[in-house]
């Protein structure tokens, strides 16, 4: 069964630094999302990504975050200048018509310290 | 829907027993929902959907119930084995307004004893 793969599976860094989250979603997916969830919280949307540019975002998604799809296999997050508050689990997730048939990756656990 | 901390609903049951875990969705517009497991350490994972034009949906040993009156969903899980043990959440998602855009409840810690 296709699967959404997530790298790394663990990220610590240090408060300021930027991250770099790396997702490669199902091939045939054309609709992308990042959610995180903070530590025994739901899970909550982060951004939507569609042809190449954000669909929609929510009130999280501030400028010190961004998404990319360099080429046509990754997408990726990056937190310019991590907080504290950003530890969290952050999942990929794809979906080939945006409505349904969403896949969730593994997840990255980001440690801000 | 705001952070509720760390303390989850939580429902024990026996194996073999039913299962039913309950949400409350928030947005009377939204039109389709899932409901997903989640395993310790890792991402949710589909286990059965429905659309708002449905009251019940059946799968394998499970069973989603729609009540747009009072915006609740339930999931239902026939003869509960211990590997269901997982935080289950409900989704929303408001086709008007949004582009895959899921809102996620706040889950439910299922603990099945052998």
């Known amino acids: 069964e296709p699967e959404v793969t997530q790298t790394p599976s663990h990220q610590v860094t240090q408060m300021g630094q930027e991250v770099i989250l790396r997702c490669v979603p199902i091939?045939?997916?054309?609709?992308f999302y990042w959610y995180r969830q903070i530590l025994g919280q739901k899970v909550e949307f982060l951004v939507s990504f569609y042809n190449n540019e954000i669909s929609e975002k929510s009130e999280i998604f501030d400028d010190q975050f961004s998404v990319e799809r360099p080429d046509g296999s990754n997408f990726t997050l990056k937190i310019r200048s991590t907080k504290l508050e950003d530890s969290a689990m952050y999942f990929c997730a794809s979906s080939e018509t945006g409505v349904g048939g969403y896949t969730f990756g593994s997840g990255t656990r980001l440690t801000v310290v | 829907g705001e952070n509720v901390g760390l303390h989850l609903p939580t429902l024990s049951v026996q194996e073999g027993d039913n299962s039913i875990i309950n949400c409350a969705y928030s947005n009377s517009a939204s039109d389709y929902f899932i409901w997903y497991k989640q395993e310790s350490g890792k991402g949710p994972q589909f286990i059965i959907d429905?659309?708002?034009?449905?009251d019940k949906r059946q799968g394998q040993r499970v069973t989603v119930l729609l009540n747009k009156t009072v915006k609740h969903l339930s999931l239902q899980i026939a003869a509960t084995q211990p590997g269901d043990s997982a935080v289950y959440f409900c989704a929303e998602y408001d086709g008007g307004t949004s582009y895959g855009k899921l809102t996620f409840g706040q889950g439910t810690i299922l603990t099945v004893h052998p």
């Open positions: 091939s045939n997916h054309l609709y």
């Open positions: 429905i659309r708002s034009n449905m």
